[in-house]
């Protein structure tokens, strides 16, 4: 059967080509969803004995599902006679087609792998899939030219969704429909369609929807570039921006200071529901400022401990003095940690988010991060991630951008950016590590010498710094802002 359906003209090429993913974002009143459906239903004729997998975080009931929305344009369309509609699914009786609908945490996720011959996957509010959910849906989906189509709405830059569209360079499109133009981004690769839609986009946009885009505009003007078109919410609560943080290149820092510096590590362990990584922060000290190396954030993998991964990364990176955390069930891993290294325990009395906002100036002012931090490895798992610096670092620097001040707003389950183990235990570092020591006959020399533990005053070494100077907001110094 030649079926075919109205789409916007930004879906027409979706059609005709072939991509292991294929991503629909935007603000409201973009078409994403309902010009999904309607191609998954023309496809349905052109494809045979396989199904097509709706698929949510939670979906209590097929009501909150995209089943009605598929239901009502077959009836519109007149095509019902063609499909087989029950409660729980539809299916084309030409060729055996099915569409199903799942909530990814009410079927259990793992059940989805005996789903039978997924051809199509579409995910709605992806912006909502934890991670966890994602690593094992993806090789779910295995038939031969499967696809997984997304669906989204922008949410927060932490979100997994997000940190992939936002890697990539979306080309501005026009096409004109009868002698109205209208826009929308596109960006192609050999696995990759992304398409960014808003009202502008759409030139069947009902009226009812523009009224209602005019008084949000007026009205609530705060929420209207994340609302209709489809821009990083406002986060309210949220204490760090990247604008505000200080970064260094570490392949500079390393290639050009000529003089010899201290690896040392702070450590926040995992106890309790608030934890979810046990945080151990590899950094150097000069003067004032702190130079992170490494976030250390690793959790138990199933073979090993975290204290046993824990003691093996501290081992790696050749580090001889820790600072830990040694209130209530922490003082068991000092004391374990005693046998390796030399520590220094330090005891805190305000609660972790209050400790955060407190810490937050000097956080600001004082602490550099890699420069990598910033940038999303290749999509990977969780796991992978916590396998290799970069990845660490990136979940790192997600969890200090996302942190609120706002307590509903951390440690979601199955968020790993929401929680605040990096967060915390740099404001440990901030707030206890030692105070730089005075220079030898407060001359204006230091000793360079790599056996002595020397922390040296910032102005002292001005002189040494190479390359990687930055004056861009009148610090000077290893690192830039931005």
């Given at each position: 059967m030649d079926l075919k359906l109205q789409l916007i003209k930004p879906f027409a090429y979706w059609m005709q080509i072939k991509k292991r993913i294929k991503i629909a974002f935007g603000g409201r009143g973009g078409g994403k969803s309902e010009c999904i459906v309607r191609m998954l239903i023309v496809l349905s004729f052109s494809l045979s004995d396989c199904t097509f997998l709706f698929a949510r975080e939670t979906q209590k009931s097929i009501e909150y599902s995209s089943y009605q929305s598929l239901v009502d344009i077959i009836r519109t369309n007149d095509i019902s006679q063609f499909f087989n509609i029950t409660k729980t699914e539809v299916i084309n009786k030409a060729t055996n087609v099915k569409f199903i609908f799942v909530g990814l945490r009410e079927c259990n996720i793992t059940s989805v792998k005996s789903i039978y011959n997924i051809k199509i996957c579409f995910i709605e509010e992806w912006q909502a899939i934890n991670q966890g959910s994602w690593e094992i849906l993806e090789p779910s989906i295995r038939a031969d030219d499967a696809e997984i189509w997304w669906a989204f709405n922008p949410r927060k830059a932490s979100d997994p969704v997000y940190q992939i569209v936002n890697r990539y360079q979306l080309e501005e499109k026009i096409f004109i429909t009868d002698g109205k133009e209208y826009k929308y981004y596109q960006y192609e690769d050999d696995d990759y369609l992304i398409t960014k839609v808003n009202f502008d986009s759409n030139y069947f946009f009902p009226p009812v929807l523009e009224k209602t885009r005019q008084m949000c505009l007026k009205y609530q003007p705060q929420l209207y570039a994340n609302i209709w078109l489809g821009e990083l919410q406002?986060?309210?609560?949220?204490?760090?921006?990247?604008?505000?943080?200080?970064?260094?290149?570490?392949?500079?820092?390393?290639?050009?200071?000529?003089?010899?510096?201290?690896?040392?590590?702070?450590?926040?362990?995992?106890?309790?529901?608030?934890?979810?990584?046990?945080?151990?922060?590899?950094?150097?000290?000069?003067?004032?400022?702190?130079?992170?190396?490494?976030?250390?954030?690793?959790?138990?993998?199933?073979?090993?401990?975290?204290?046993?991964?824990?003691?093996?990364?501290?081992?790696?990176?050749?580090?001889?003095?820790?600072?830990?955390?040694?209130?209530?069930?922490?003082?068991?891993?000092?004391?374990?940690?005693?046998?390796?290294?030399?520590?220094?325990?330090?005891?805190?009395?305000?609660?972790?988010?209050?400790?955060?906002?407190?810490?937050?100036?000097?956080?600001?002012?004082?602490?550099?991060?890699?420069?990598?931090?910033?940038?999303?490895?290749?999509?990977?798992?969780?796991?992978?991630?916590?396998?290799?610096?970069?990845?660490?670092?990136?979940?790192?620097?997600?969890?200090?951008?996302?942190?609120?001040?706002?307590?509903?707003?951390?440690?979601?389950?199955?968020?790993?950016?929401?929680?605040?183990?990096?967060?915390?235990?740099?404001?440990?570092?901030?707030?206890?590590?030692?105070?730089?020591?005075?220079?030898?006959?407060?001359?204006?020399?230091?000793?360079?010498?790599?056996?002595?533990?020397?922390?040296?005053?910032?102005?002292?070494?001005?002189?040494?710094?190479?390359?990687?100077?930055?004056?861009?907001?009148?610090?000077?110094?290893?690192?830039?802002?931005?």
């Open positions: 406002r986060q309210q609560g949220k204490i760090f921006a990247e604008s505000y943080l200080r970064f260094f290149n570490a392949e500079d820092y390393k290639n050009n200071l000529d003089i010899h510096y201290t690896k040392k590590a702070i450590i926040d362990p995992a106890f309790g529901r608030e934890n979810c990584f046990t945080s151990c922060i590899i950094y150097s000290q000069i003067g004032k400022d702190f130079y992170i190396h490494d976030s250390g954030l690793m959790r138990a993998d199933g073979v090993r401990t975290a204290d046993e991964l824990l003691i093996d990364f501290l081992n790696r990176n050749k580090i001889r003095e820790v600072m830990i955390e040694a209130n209530f069930s922490q003082k068991e891993l000092a004391k374990k940690l005693s046998r390796h290294f030399h520590v220094r325990p330090f005891y805190v009395k305000q609660n972790k988010i209050e400790r955060i906002i407190n810490a937050s100036i000097p956080i600001r002012e004082h602490v550099l991060f890699d420069d990598k931090s910033l940038s999303a490895p290749e999509i990977n798992s969780m796991d992978e991630w916590l396998k290799n610096k970069d990845g660490r670092n990136f979940i790192a620097m997600m969890q200090l951008l996302d942190f609120s001040d706002i307590p509903s707003e951390n440690n979601i389950q199955g968020d790993d950016f929401s929680y605040i183990d990096f967060p915390d235990c740099l404001a440990s570092l901030v707030m206890y590590a030692p105070k730089p020591k005075a220079l030898i006959n407060n001359k204006e020399t230091a000793s360079f010498n790599n056996t002595e533990n020397t922390d040296i005053n910032r102005q002292e070494i001005k002189d040494r710094i190479k390359t990687i100077t930055n004056n861009k907001k009148g610090v000077s110094g290893f690192g830039f802002d931005r």
